[in-house]
């Protein structure tokens, strides 16, 4: 019995830890991710693009995912640099018949570097659990 309490409490204690997938999300903005960093949609209209950069690999308006991802383009979407404007600052979003939206370099991209985090933080905690465990079981046994 008393172990039986132990193995259930160490279950909730480790899996209270790791991320739970959401049924749905709610974004604070439309957005492209390219190269790692997140460009939020503005809706400046940009005349003068300069070359293709990359595109949509992944859409999704309910998940995150790692590449150049979107919540508001399709696979797809072109990626263009903008004439005069370094990529660390914005990017071109083709939105079709000929017209370009601007996108706002807003930071990193840390959807990927996060979940590890909590995968590690996750085997932390179960590994000291276990070796609390150990200890006090062969404390039981010394008694």
Known sequence: MRYTKLILFTAI??????????????????????????????????EKINKEIGEVTKYSDMEQYEGNFSNAYPKGTKYYSIDGIDTDT???????????LKAIREGEY?????YIQYVYKGLGIFAILIVG???????RKNL
Do not use: L, M
Request: glycine content about 4%; hydrophobic content about 45%; overall charge neutral.
């Open 110 to 114: 840390t959807y990927r570097k996060s």
């Open 133 to 139: 465990f150990i200890i006090f079981t062969q404390s």
């Open 13 to 46: 204690v480790v899996f209270s830890f790791f991320p739970c997938k959401a049924k749905a999300t709610s974004w604070a903005y439309p957005f492209v991710v390219w190269d790692d960093y997140i460009y939020v949609i503005s809706d400046e209209y940009v």
């Open 90 to 100: 914005a990017i071109a979003i083709h939105i079709g018949n000929g017209q370009y």
